[in-house]
């Protein structure tokens, strides 16, 4: 929980000092600069921390809603996994039967990369500059 704060912390902060591409207005600054965006967002960062202690209950919702994240977020691996590794045992029980890659569906997009003749190759001709 304390990693996804740090983090969103962090991004704030670049996502704050980057520079703007967009075209310039005109309306004047609002008069806080830099280092003092930088101490705000500390204090309500420091502030942050003290979070868990004040509301134990939300904080424990949250590591609750974190775990169950990770364990959907593994089963989902985990599923994967078992689908590719499927699939490559299909393919390569297809080459021990046939001697080759022919029932492969990647082998079908492959296009050769060496497919110009030499004449494709020479630059075109230019006459002499005047």
């Known amino acids: 929980m304390m990693f996804l704060l740090r983090t969103a912390f962090w991004m704030a902060i670049v996502l704050a000092l980057l520079p703007t591409f967009g075209p310039k207005a005109s309306t004047p600054a609002s008069g806080l600069e830099a280092t003092e965006a930088v101490t705000a967002a500390s204090e309500t960062f420091g502030d942050m921390i003290q979070f868990c202690s004040r509301q134990p209950k939300a904080c424990e919702a949250g590591v609750h809603l974190a775990s169950a994240i990770g364990q959907r977020a593994q089963a989902g691996a985990k599923m994967l996994y078992g689908m590719v590794g ?10 021990d039967d046939t001697g080759a890659v022919a029932s492969a569906p990647m082998e079908d997009l492959k296009v050769s990369q060496n497919t110009l003749s030499p004449a494709d190759l020479a630059p075109a001709w230019h006459g002499p500059r005047h």
């Open 86 to 95: 499927e699939k490559l045992a299909k393919t390569e029980s297809a080459a």
